[in-house]
């Protein structure tokens, strides 16, 4: 009999890895989300996060882009980004919450520390889950991925979403829980908590180690 489970390690073929949100626009202090804060509130509500993210999380996402890539298994993202200059196609939320990163803009680019190559896919959404508002599944079928590991910004929102999708549409979902942020220590426990019965949960190191392993 067939034992079912998600805690399984990835097979090379087939998996890939995808960074969600790590652009500008949220990742940088001038980038759209921070610009028109104060440095005072930018660093009440938002200090810890960057901490987090120049200390551990981007370095984390670095050694994952890294460890995919010399094993030439697909690694894509995801970045907020509409596909008009005045946002008119956003989705209904994001016109609600003021999220407009135009067509084209500094803001939808990914930081400069995670660059994507020539060959490397950037899907452009225009809602919380990239699986709602792009063809991802579509390529990621074509590609022949069946195991997605997720890392990325915001653990609770974004990221949350795209494991949710992603799992209902039939992936194995690996989170890996130190290369994903949100805005407080308390927000990202609850969310890796909320979310570990839709993905296998483990640690950047694991990863690697597990991928350092793999033979074509």
């Not at 500008?24 to 901490?51: M, P, V």
């Amino acid at each position: 009999m067939t034992v079912l489970s998600r805690n399984i390690p990835l097979e090379q073929h087939q998996s890939g890895l995808l960074f969600i949100d790590v652009q500008n626009f949220a990742a940088k202090r001038d980038g759209g989300e921070f610009k028109d804060l104060s440095d005072a509130d930018f660093e009440k509500d938002y200090g810890w996060f960057f901490e987090q993210m120049q200390r551990q999380v981007v370095p984390n996402m670095q050694k994952l882009q890294q460890a995919f890539r010399a094993k030439k298994m697909e690694v894509l993202y995801t970045t907020i980004e509409s596909l008009t200059l005045d946002g008119r196609d956003r989705s209904l939320d994001y016109k609600i919450t003021g999220f407009n990163v135009p067509k084209g803009s500094w803001d939808g680019k990914v930081i400069d520390e995670l660059e994507p190559t020539d060959d490397e896919i950037v899907f452009p959404k225009s809602s919380s889950s990239v699986f709602v508002s792009t063809h991802i599944d579509y390529v990621l079928r074509n590609l022949g991925v069946k195991q997605l590991v997720i890392s990325g910004i915001i653990t609770d929102q974004c990221v949350e979403s795209a494991i949710r999708d992603a799992c209902d549409l039939g992936y194995l979902v690996t989170q890996v829980t130190d290369a994903c942020a949100t805005y407080s220590q308390s927000r990202h426990d609850n969310s890796l908590n909320t979310i570990k019965g839709y993905c296998r949960q483990v640690t950047t190191a694991q990863l690697i180690d597990e991928i350092d392993g793999l033979n074509a």
